[in-house]
Antibody, heavy 123, light 107 residues
Framework: EVQLVESGGGLVQPGGSLRLSCAAS????????MSWIRQAPGKGLEWVSA????????YYADSVKGRFTISRDNSKNVLYLQMNSLRAEDTAVYFC????????????????WGQGTLVTVPS | EIVLTQSPGTLSLSPGERATLSCRAS???????LAWYQQKPGQAPRLLIY???TRATGIPDRFSGSGSGTDFTLTISRLEPEDFAVYYC????????FGHGTKVEIK
């Protein structure tokens, strides 16, 4: 059974840092690209960052570029999100999600999600 | 960045009725990269449809997706009690973006 379990959320002051983790199990982790997606309280979904299966390629939303760093440890089956220079607008539940790939088409969506971890940055 | 506009914002229906949800893109989207998700309160989103019309694993056939270009539709043929939730469309152009969601509530 595929499982994704996030941890590391909490309350952090503006300008502070936090590292989120996502422990994966039930599938061959290094075969899959992974993403972080967040949801502000009562709001919709926002894609934050993605990383290829090997970890060689990373991608970021403009809203977090230069402040957040995605990484992975394929020996431990763990995905990370290092968040620096945090702002009030970063307050959200952060989900990790596995990318669903279809042959030559590439990623067509996110087929497994964790339960999310809440990050709160007061204004 | 491609903007997805979902309508209506809220759909009030009774169990057994048909639900039709719309997702309109600000520019043309490849059908391969249009997906739909369901989210219930306190839960993570669940992938329903990918590539505009392909049901994800385990999704009942009362859910169907259609459309191309800038106009896409999610249809729930007969609402079951567990289908009352928020639905999001998602696309990939140069990055992934989501619509703001349609809430399907019990009338």
């Amino acid at each position: 059974e595929v499982q994704l379990v996030e941890s590391g959320g909490g309350l952090v002051q503006p300008g502070g840092s936090l590292r989120l983790s996502c422990a994966a199990s039930g599938f061959t982790f290094n075969n899959y690209a992974m993403s972080w997606i967040r949801q502000a309280p009562g709001k919709g979904l926002e894609w934050v960052s993605a990383i290829s299966g090997s970890g060689d390629n990373t991608y970021y939303a403009d809203s977090v570029k230069g402040r957040f760093t995605i990484s992975r440890d394929n020996s431990k089956n763990v995905l990370y999100l290092q968040m620096n220079s945090l702002r009030a607008e970063d307050t959200a539940v952060y989900f990790c999600a596995r990318e669903k790939k279809i042959g030559a088409v590439g990623t067509v969506g996110f087929d497994y999600w964790g339960q999310g971890t809440l990050v709160t940055v007061p204004s | 960045e491609i903007v997805l506009t979902q309508s209506p914002g809220t759909l009030s229906l009774s169990p057994g009725e048909r639900a039709t949800l719309s997702c309109r893109a600000s520019q043309s989207v490849s059908s391969s990269y249009l997906a739909w998700y369901q989210q219930k309160p306190g839960q993570a989103p669940r992938l329903l449809i990918y590539s505009a019309s392909t049901r994800a694993t385990g999704i009942p056939d009362r859910f169907s997706g259609s459309g191309s270009g800038t106009d896409f539709t999610l249809t729930i043929s007969r609402l079951e009690p567990e289908d009352f939730a928020v639905y999001y469309c998602q696309q990939y152009g140069t990055s992934w973006t989501f619509g703001h969601g349609t809430k399907v509530e019990i009338k």
